[in-house]
């Protein structure tokens, strides 16, 4: 084989390479409300996949105080965008939990907003679990709660059963107002959540 051909081969196959691109749409929780962005979690666990020599980039699209009723603009607009999306993780929902709002409004929200990032060519959808503060009521909690693992089997998601596993109402990885991680916990949502989107790369 000729020295051009070989390069050439190499050529085409560095111009199909391409770091992953990882959107986050989430709300204060992916942000990093509290702590600077380089701590939050989409950055961290971005540092701990690339430390494992994985090519890939985190969007963090966190807006505080964000409801699942902005998802679907929200999506429209990253869609619009020039970067190629390959994986999105969908975090969203707490603020709906928080104020008590409808289960199915907020469920008709993700279920647009997935229905879009499918649309646009997005092959991987994680969508994370949230869950509601048992001060609402039993009733409305486990209907809030069962919302994710109901839709990610609708519509054929890949789960990730709880965004705050290893943090939530743990003093030590929180913030003092008990809702928003600290730079601990956001510390420990990454190298969960980076463990499991290695497992889909």
């Given at each position: ?113 997935i229905e879009m990032a ?72 990454a190298e969960k959540i ?8």
């Open positions: 084989m000729s020295k051009n051909l070989i390069m050439a081969l190499s050529l085409a196959l560095a111009s199909q390479a391409h770091a992953i691109t990882i959107l986050c749409l989430g709300d204060s929780l992916t942000e990093g409300f509290g702590v600077s962005k380089e701590a939050a979690w989409p950055t961290v666990a971005e540092k701990i996949l690339r430390g494992k020599k994985h090519d890939v980039t985190f969007i963090n699209a966190g807006i505080s105080g964000s409801t699942t009723a902005s998802a679907p603009s929200r999506m429209a607009w990253h869609l619009k965008s020039s970067t190629r999306i390959d994986l999105l993780f969908l975090a969203l929902g707490a603020n709906d939990g928080l104020r008590g709002q409808d289960v199915k409004a907020a469920q008709k929200s993700l279920e647009r907003t499918k649309s646009g060519g997005i092959k991987k959808i994680i969508l994370a679990g949230i869950k509601a503060p048992p001060s609402l009521g039993k009733a409305y909690t486990a209907d809030f709660d069962s919302m994710f693992p109901r839709l990610a089997k609708k519509m054929h998601l890949i789960f990730y059963p709880f965004l705050l596993d290893g943090v939530a109402a743990d003093p030590k990885y929180n913030l003092p107002d008990a809702v928003h991680p600290n730079v601990e916990g956001h510390k420990i949502m980076a463990q499991f989107i290695e497992a889909q790369l």
